[in-house]
């Protein structure tokens, strides 16, 4: 019977290990649901990054292709004016 008990010391402490790495320990339950909310949040930033390039690169091919929309911007952000044209700034 002595044999028994030591045995079954043996797997009290064996599933008690067991049970510590999966709640707490490396891999357990609450480091996976936080590294699935970590991939969530980096899809999200993925998606928006990429909308974001969509629409750069859109505008790099605008630039490119057209001399309007450089006309456009150099006017805009630039304050440029075309020769021959005479700008008027009316201030309140």
Same mark, same amino acid.
């Given at each position: 019977?002595?044999? @028994?008990?030591?045995?079954? *010391? *043996?797997?009290?402490?064996?599933?008690?290990?067991?049970? @510590?790495?999966?709640?707490?320990?490396?891999?357990?339950?609450?480091?996976?649901?936080?590294?699935? =909310?970590?991939?969530?949040? =980096? !899809?999200? /930033?993925?998606? !928006?990054?990429?909308?974001?390039? +969509?629409?750069?690169?859109?505008? *790099?091919?605008?630039?490119? =292709?057209?001399?309007?929309?450089? /006309?456009?911007?150099? +006017?805009?952000?630039?304050?440029? *004016?075309?020769?021959? /044209?005479?700008? @008027? #700034? #009316?201030?309140?």
């Amino acid at each position: 019977m002595r044999n @028994y008990h030591w045995l079954f *010391v *043996v797997l009290i402490l064996l599933l008690a290990g067991l049970q @510590y790495r999966l709640w707490v320990g490396d891999g357990s339950l609450a480091q996976a649901s936080h590294l699935k =909310q970590q991939i969530a949040d =980096q !899809r999200a /930033e993925n998606e !928006r990054l990429l909308e974001r390039n +969509r629409i750069l690169e859109a505008e *790099v091919l605008e630039l490119k =292709q057209g001399m309007e929309t450089v /006309e456009e911007r150099a +006017r805009q952000e630039l304050g440029m *004016v075309k020769e021959g /044209e005479t700008l @008027y #700034l #009316l201030t309140e």
